[in-house]
């Protein structure tokens, strides 16, 4: 794939790249790796929280003077929301994935059992109102798993209207719908409470997994069968959620449509601060959100040798020996569709984004390197604790409390003043 790219960028654009991937488990260790022993490379992948902290931090190379002339193609292309997300302290320090704009949460139903039992799945947009389904399946279907949870994030406070300020990691939150924003801890939310007690309800009653609080979210053992999964993603995502685990999946949205910095941020192209090469930098930048023959290449390969193109155009895989990671490298919106996709699936994405509302927080940096104490010590505390109780494993009447001592120990008060100080001052700069 790489020598065909090359190919292609040598003729076009007068230079070529190296290409390197690195395994998921390893890539944030390598890249911090790369930022303090000054290895050299050129691009790489990044993402909300990397984004922003390496963007404060000086890492990335501002690309806000190429946005009028090398990049002035991908400016356009790019939602404006995107580049809302993407400015920090006013600049632009990467190339946000052009995708969808916000990433709610679905219920991901076994078709094979939603359509066997009639199921109407618009009937079901809280967890609590899925016992009655859970208990049916439960009875009637020993052999599946009603509702499988991991110790991955979930983002379940986007189902209560909350959104994260910041790192996943520290709970601290506001309601979109409060335009003053203000910052709250999501443990100590009545709609937590009520969500960890549900749980725990269905956890004790079987419905969920035993071992949620130590599998991974595409953790599988052989013949595993689930009924029920909770995801993140975008319209017409049956399809990629099917293939992923491996099975025909139908899915209904539970939460609203809105467009924060960290769905913004998801995926983004930047460029190391000391690059040697920052004009081919931003020329390539610019032919992958760009370029249809360099954004395909990247995603599917080289036709003939890992796709063809069916009678309808549409991308059919015969072999499984490369694949580009889609959301990490680029504009969608000039990506051939895949075999059994809606062949108007970008014309969905744009008014689906047409739709999302902007979070009163799009754009806005926090900035808490000055207390990487606390943050590294409520980051801690959360991990000690929160897959056990967003498992339903422990009873939240014993836990929670333990939790909210624990995490005003290590200084969240003190992160939640600083936030609302930040974002107070922010708004009123706006």
Not at 86 to 112: C, H, Q, S, W
Request: one cysteine or more.
């Amino acid at each position: 794939m790489e020598e065909a790219l090359n190919r292609l960028l040598l003729s076009r654009y007068g230079f070529t790249v190296s290409y390197n991937k690195i395994g998921w488990n390893d890539y944030e260790t390598r890249l911090n790796s790369f930022m303090n022993t000054n290895r050299k490379f050129d691009i790489a992948f990044a993402w909300t929280e990397n984004y922003l902290a390496n963007a404060l931090a000086g890492n990335w190379l501002e690309l806000t003077p190429y946005m009028e002339n090398l990049c002035a193609e991908t400016y356009e292309a790019v939602d404006e929301k995107f580049w809302k997300g993407a400015t920090v302290n006013g600049g632009i320090y990467g190339i946000p994935t052009n995708k969808e704009l916000a990433v709610p949460m679905y219920f991901l139903y076994d078709r094979e059992l939603a359509e066997k039992y009639g199921i109407d799945l618009s009937k079901y947009h809280t967890l609590e109102s899925l016992e009655p389904l859970l208990q049916m399946v439960s009875r009637e279907e020993p052999g599946y798993i009603p509702l499988f949870l991991s110790n991955s994030h979930v983002n379940f406070a986007a189902m209560g209207g909350y959104e994260y300020i910041t790192d996943t990691n520290i709970p601290l939150v506001i309601s979109t719908d409060d335009a003053s924003a203000s910052v709250v801890n999501f443990f100590e939310t009545e709609f937590c409470a009520e969500l960890l007690d549900t749980l725990h309800r269905y956890y004790k009653a079987g419905y969920i997994n035993q071992d949620a609080s130590m599998r991974t979210a595409f953790s599988r053992f052989q013949g595993e069968k689930v009924f029920l999964r909770l995801a993140n993603g975008g319209p017409e995502s049956e399809i990629s959620f099917s293939t992923s685990f491996g099975y025909p999946i139908l899915t209904e949205r539970v939460s609203g449509l809105v467009v924060t910095s960290e769905s913004a941020l998801g995926g983004v192209m930047a460029v190391n601060a000391r690059t040697e090469h920052p004009r081919e930098c931003a020329v390539f930048l610019n032919a992958v959100n760009t370029d249809p023959d360099v954004r395909n290449l990247l995603n599917y390969g080289v036709e003939g040798k890992h796709y063809v193109l069916n009678e309808d155009g549409q991308v059919e895989y015969l072999t499984e020996d490369y694949r580009g990671v889609t959301y990490t490298q680029g504009n969608w919106f000039i990506l051939r569709t895949v075999a059994g996709e809606n062949p108007d699936k970008w014309k969905l994405y744009r008014e689906f984004n047409a739709y999302a509302i902007e979070s009163p927080l799009l754009g806005f940096t926090p900035d808490l390197s000055a207390y990487a104490k606390e943050c590294g010590s409520v980051s801690r505390v959360c991990e000690k604790y929160e897959s056990a109780l967003m498992t339903g494993t422990v009873d939240p009447r014993e836990f929670l409390p333990a939790l909210g001592e624990a995490l005003e120990q290590a200084g969240i008060d003190i992160l939640r003043q600083e936030l609302q100080s930040q974002i107070e001052q922010w708004m009123a700069q706006k």
